[in-house]
Nanobody, 129 residues
Framework: VQLQASGGGLVQAGGSLRLSCAAS????????MGWFRQAPEKEREFVAA????????YYADSVNGRFTISRDNAKRTVYLQMNSLNAEDTAVYYC???????????????????????WGQGTLVTVSS
């Protein structure tokens, strides 16, 4: 499984960005997807996750209400719409994939970075204050 993240860039505080992550795998609809981020000198942290069908989503408290994760299985792509960005959102953002036998995955599983064997290369988001 290869993942290609894109859409990062420099944005002013209060602005918006939309990240995309394109997957190479034909059975994309069998994978739960997640977005994680890593700021300089910090641990990689969970941002958002979405189930195989897109019917269930989870968010970190720090982004809930500002970010929206979605997916288009026909295009094999997952998105992260980021609104009301602030300086604390500055980080490299990574998309990740996890094969899921069932359509239901708990937040405890999908928010755990160690559950994801496949990772994209990351895209840098810089928010200027």
């Amino acid at each position: 499984v290869q993942l290609q993240a894109s859409g990062g860039g420099l944005v002013q505080a209060g602005g918006s960005l939309r990240l995309s992550c394109a997957a190479s795998v034909p059975t994309f609809s069998r994978y739960a997807m997640g977005w994680f981020r890593q700021a300089p000198e910090k641990e990689r942290e969970f941002v958002a996750a979405i189930s195989r069908s897109g019917g269930t989503t989870y968010y970190a408290d720090s982004v809930n209400g500002r970010f929206t994760i979605s997916r288009d299985n026909a295009k094999r792509t997952v998105y992260l719409q980021m609104n009301s960005l602030n300086a604390e959102d500055t980080a490299v953002y990574y998309c990740a994939a996890k094969f899921s036998i069932t359509s239901a995955q708990t937040e405890g599983v999908l928010a755990n970075r160690y559950e994801y064997p496949y990772w994209g290369q990351g895209t840098l988001v810089t928010v200027s204050s």
